[in-house]
């Protein structure tokens, strides 16, 4: 079955640690639409890779794994009844597991390769589906959802985003060095804004909304303005 492109779609794309994960789940949920995280897709593919012993050097190995990879994306009840979004590969629950900097490293690094963005470009637009799809990134609305029915650019400044990374991994008990993490964060914008396969970038019809000084129910409570008249077209 190919995709509709009736369905509507809300990308929110920017760099690491932007709050666009965040944001995007609490559209969905507001929404009652289907949620679609692009970048776990990657850190599980990295997660896999690693487990099969296959490294970036190898496209090859990787486009195919990519075409064959076992992932599954449910969403359940959480403690506080609120929707969480578990992530499985090969019906192992990784939803911690891939959100370690080590995963988020190397899925920056193979997401580079052409190959593989290509292998996982169908697997991403499956996701559309009735009545609406909400989708995090870093290309979704220049490359996976051009025609997306409103598109979302948030950053943040590096020092914030290192800062917000570093207070969730304390929150979960995870040891971590904030001058280690603004290294990392640099550098995978570095990457990611330079890579020849879908940079990092604002679309060109995008709205972009710096969330260095917002909370995040600021950050949601602006996107809620802008849907009607969206919706509405």
Not at 106 to 129: D, G, H, T, Y
Not at 132 to 156: H, N, Q, S, Y
Request: charged share 30%.
């Amino acid at each position: 079955m190919g995709e509709d492109k009736g369905i509507p779609v809300i990308t929110i794309d920017g760099p690491s640690g932007s709050g666009k994960g965040t944001l995007a789940q609490q559209l969905a949920q507001h929404l009652g639409w289907h949620y679609l995280d692009s970048g776990a897709i990657y850190r599980v593919l990295a997660l896999a890779a690693s487990k099969h012993g296959i490294t970036k050097n190898d496209p090859k190995r990787l486009k195919t794994l990519a075409h064959d990879l076992d992932v599954r994306f449910v969403s359940e009840l959480g403690e506080t009844s609120a929707r969480v979004y578990r992530v499985y590969l090969e019906d192992l629950d990784v939803s911690n597991a891939i959100r370690s900097e080590d995963c988020g490293n190397a899925a920056s690094k193979i997401a580079a390769l052409p190959e593989v963005r290509e292998a996982l470009l169908r697997r991403q637009r499956a996701f559309r589906k009735a009545p609406g799809l909400v989708t995090d990134g870093r290309d979704m609305g220049t490359v996976v959802f051009p025609e997306a029915t409103l598109k979302i650019f948030l950053t943040a400044s590096p020092q914030e985003r290192a800062r917000r990374r570093y207070k969730q991994l304390k929150e979960k008990g995870i040891d971590a060095n904030l001058n280690r993490l603004e290294q990392e964060i640099a550098g995978r914008d570095v990457r990611d804004c330079e890579r020849n396969a879908a940079p990092l970038k604002p679309a060109d019809d995008a709205i972009i909304l710096d969330s260095t000084k917002l909370a995040i129910n600021d950050v949601f409570q602006q996107v809620l303005l802008w849907l009607p008249s969206k919706l509405r077209n």
